[in-house]
Every structure is written in C-alpha cells, then in structure tokens.
C-alpha cells in the first residue's frame, strides 16, 4: 500500500468554482501534514501546514482526520492561478522523512 | 525569503557517465535532502542528510549515489555510472532543526542520453 494516496485528476474547474481534494496516509503514526503546490516543471512550494482543529488562510481551508487517516483541502472562488499540481505530504513517525502524494491537478478556467 | 540554490539548471550526460549535482543549502538549516521527480509522475525520496551523514535513504539510491557535504556549504549528489532511467528532475530540499518547512531548490534537470 502507498504511503500517501491522491486522486491524480485532472480537476477541470470554472472560475468561482469551489473545489476540494482528498488524501489519504496509510501510517497512523503519521506526525504532521501538509498541502504543497507545484506548478508545471518546477519545484513544490508548502502552501499550508495541516493541523488536527483544521485550518484556514484566504480561500483555502484544511482538514485533517487522524481516525480516517483522510486529510483534504477545500479551495473556495478558484482563480485561474490556482490551476497547479496540489502535493499532500505527510512526515512519519521517522523524524526526517516525508513521502509525497502523486499529486492531484487543478485546471481552472475562464 | 532566503532560498535553496541548485545548479546546474540543466546536465546532459552520456550513459554512463559520472554527473554531481550541487545545492547551497539555506544557511541557518540542518536537514538536507534529495528528490527526485521523474517527468509526469511523484515526487520520490532519495535521501536524507543530517550532521554530516546519511540518516535516511530510499530503495532508489543505491550504490550509484553518493552524497555529501565536502565543504561545510555545498550539499551534492553524485552518480556513478547513469542510466536511461535516471533522467528525471532532481530536487534539493532543506530544513531547519525545528520547523517542518521544506525549501526546495528549482531543480536540476537531468538527461541522460
């Protein structure tokens, strides 16, 4: 079983659209969680950490679900520049070892 | 915000071949790493570094790679003798002792022909 499991999409939006991704992790000693983009060809950048209450920043909010072992990430009024590859990342109980998600695309349009 | 730095860009290289890719870490970070990204697919662990030593390696990085840090800056990846299949993107990633955040360098394409 995969470490962490996306749904690779591709997600084909409208503009305004909401849109949410799921992410699952198969290590329930899993320590701490996080949503990365990554545009086309380049390097992932953290868009936000995950925490167990949830958390929010501007359009995108995060879920995690430690007895589900399910995190998600909802993003509300997609912008056209929100169209990227989302990378759910999850650190194991390993301290220095994080495994990445294959990546779910987003393509939002006009 | 400070920055991982990579380079080269871009390395074309003959099967075969010996190739050392080069990272500058963040100054004040611990944590060293190495990815790999094979176009179109995940973003894969190679190896992680910390305190002058491997703490953590993947089925991937097998005796072909090598890593260190020779000089108290440079982080580097080395590969022996490359194949086909190792033309993929290679990404640097770093730390500090305390946060989470991974920076990651901008890449060095690697083509092996």
């Known amino acids: 079983r995969k470490e962490v499991e996306q749904d690779p999409g591709p997600f084909n939006v409208p503009e305004g659209a909401t849109v949410a991704f799921n992410c699952t992790y198969s290590?329930?000693?899993?320590?701490?969680f996080f949503w990365y983009r990554q545009d086309c060809r380049k390097e992932p950048k953290l868009l936000m950490s995950v925490y167990s209450s949830g958390n929010e920043d501007g359009r995108f909010t995060a879920q995690l679900n430690r007895a589900s072992q399910y995190i998600s990430l909802l993003i509300r009024d997609s912008k056209l520049s929100d169209s990227a590859t989302y990378l759910c990342v999850v650190k194991g109980n390993n301290f220095n070892k994080f495994y990445f998600g294959s990546g779910t695309k987003l393509n939002v349009k006009p | 915000e400070p920055e991982v730095t990579q380079t080269p860009s871009h390395q074309v290289t003959q099967m075969g071949q010996e190739v050392i890719l080069r990272c500058v870490p963040i100054s004040n970070h611990l944590y060293f790493y190495w990815y790999r990204q094979i176009l179109g697919q995940k973003v894969e662990f190679l190896v992680s570094f910390y305190n002058n030593e491997i703490s953590e390696k993947s089925e991937i990085f097998d005796d072909q790679f090598s890593v260190e840090r020779p000089d108290g800056s440079n982080f580097t990846l080395k590969i022996r003798s490359t194949k086909l299949e190792d033309s993929a993107m290679y990404f640097c990633?770093?730390?500090?002792?305390?946060?989470?955040?991974?920076?990651f360098g901008s890449g060095t394409q690697l083509s092996v022909l």
């Open positions: 990633a770093t730390r500090t002792g305390l946060g989470e955040k991974l920076f």
């Open positions: 290590n329930s000693a899993s320590q701490s």
